[in-house]
């Protein structure tokens, strides 16, 4: 019989401890002050009490459609190896998933280890967390990018371009403040970025950065972009590299090209398709996958942007009929209602498009259409109205993280 309940013990930390190092590799010593970093953890016990399971949960805000949404951010699901296959993990899931909603959280996302485990449960491979390796003399070699000429500013963000020459310099304490902002000016434009306001995400790997460097923009003393990197022989690791226009982003990466000579790779955490970077074609991609849960449909609604809305009909409806055996307070037909650019989720009407959970994950994410649902068997009932659900989010295409946790 197994039991799950809170990790809050000296002891159950210990023990905590010891799974994620035996699941995941890694120091058998805890780090010091990690049972106070600011998750939320449980542990599955066994009838005599030893702990078989463990996992925890990161509060954290997700960027979708110009809203930092909150998010639980589900971390370390370990499992003892006698007691795997006797649906350890899954209890700690349902564990988790009404904790997640009680404390305001109405999405999850996770890296999968096991792709059933978790969309069994809900989740939904939806984004890309993307790295790429280059060479510094790729870099150094690199020809200045052409651009357009600079017309009008985008919405939601920082103006397109620099009103003058840049300067680097190494980021201070001092900085901090605006370098966030110009942090949550990028991150704000780009579904599923965090906003960095969780002490280990976001911002938290310029604290310690072997290199942390942003580009000031001389006539505005404006940040218009940062990056913060590690040097890890043979190469320079680069956690996070932002940059609110094109300029920026060439001076940051020049940057890097210096380099060559002592360094060989740079590795890249990409906040951007590669496509974007002139500078890295031919390198090597690396490409893993995220998934997200919707927790509560109402309150995920509710907190997402919904940019699109704006040029849709006011009340447009479209009638949901969700099912969800492991998040039973929203199963049931609900109304998506849009009306002077905002969106509502409620109870009742005709339950005319079925889904699935793993259905609203994606369709929240807007990382697939309907048409795309419906052929994975997520997504079934009047294929007509489910098209609203496509002019809803626009569906761009799969969000990106450039954190991991």
């Known amino acids: 019989m197994i039991a799950v309940r809170e990790c809050s013990t000296p002891a159950d930390h210990d023990a905590a401890w010891r799974l994620r190092s035996t699941a995941f590799g890694g120091p058998s010593t805890p780090t010091p002050g990690w049972a ?24 954290l805000r997700q960027f979708y459609g110009g809203v930092a949404v909150p998010m639980g951010g589900v971390a370390s699901v370990a499992v003892d190896p006698y007691a795997r296959g006797r649906g350890v993990a899954s209890a700690l899931l349902r564990t988790a998933l009404p904790a997640m909603r009680e404390v305001g959280q109405p999405i999850s ?25 280059v060479s510094t003399l790729a870099l150094r070699a690199a020809p200045v990018p052409s651009s357009l000429p600079s017309r009008s500013a985008p919405s939601r963000s920082a103006p397109s371009r620099s009103t003058g020459p840049l300067s680097l310099r190494p980021v ?3 900085d901090l403040p605006a370098v966030r902002a110009c942090h949550l000016a990028f991150a704000s434009t780009a579904d599923g970025l965090l906003d960095g306001s969780a002490p280990h995400s976001g911002l938290s790997h310029l604290a310690g950065a072997d290199i942390a460097t942003m580009a000031v923009d001389d006539a505005s003393a404006e940040v218009r972009g940062y990056l913060a990197a590690s040097r890890a022989a043979p190469g320079l690791d680069v956690h996070g590299l932002v940059a609110l226009d094109p300029d920026t982003r060439h001076a940051l990466i020049d940057t890097l090209g210096s380099w060559a000579g002592s360094v060989y790779d740079v590795r890249l955490v990409l906040a951007e398709p590669r496509s974007r970077f002139h500078t890295l074609f031919g390198s090597a991609l690396s490409s893993e996958q995220w998934m997200l849960r919707v927790v509560d449909l109402p309150a995920a609604v509710a907190a997402r942007g919904w940019p699109m809305a704006a040029r849709l009909r006011p009340g447009l409806t479209v009638d949901l009929d969700v099912v969800d055996e492991h998040a039973p307070w929203h199963a049931g037909p609900h109304r998506l209602v ?50 609203v659900l496509d002019a809803l989010t626009g569906v761009p295409g799969p969000p990106r993280l450039t954190d991991t946790f």
């Open 338 to 387: 849009c009306d002077d650019g905002r969106v509502t989720a409620s109870p009742g009407g005709s339950g005319a498009v079925r889904v699935t959970a793993r259905a609203l994950a994606a369709w929240y994410a807007g990382s697939a259409s309907s048409v795309a649902l419906h052929r994975a068997g997520l997504l079934d009932g009047d294929l007509a109205a489910a098209t």
């Open 172 to 174: 201070t304490e001092a």
């Open 36 to 59: 106070e970093a600011g998750w939320r953890g449980w542990v599955a016990t066994e009838a005599d009490g030893r702990v078989c399971g463990f996992t925890r949960v990161w509060p």
């Open 109 to 133: 996302v996770l890296y999968p280890t096991l792709l059933p485990l978790y969309s069994g449960h809900g989740w939904e491979s939806v984004g890309v967390y993307e790295t790429v390796e």
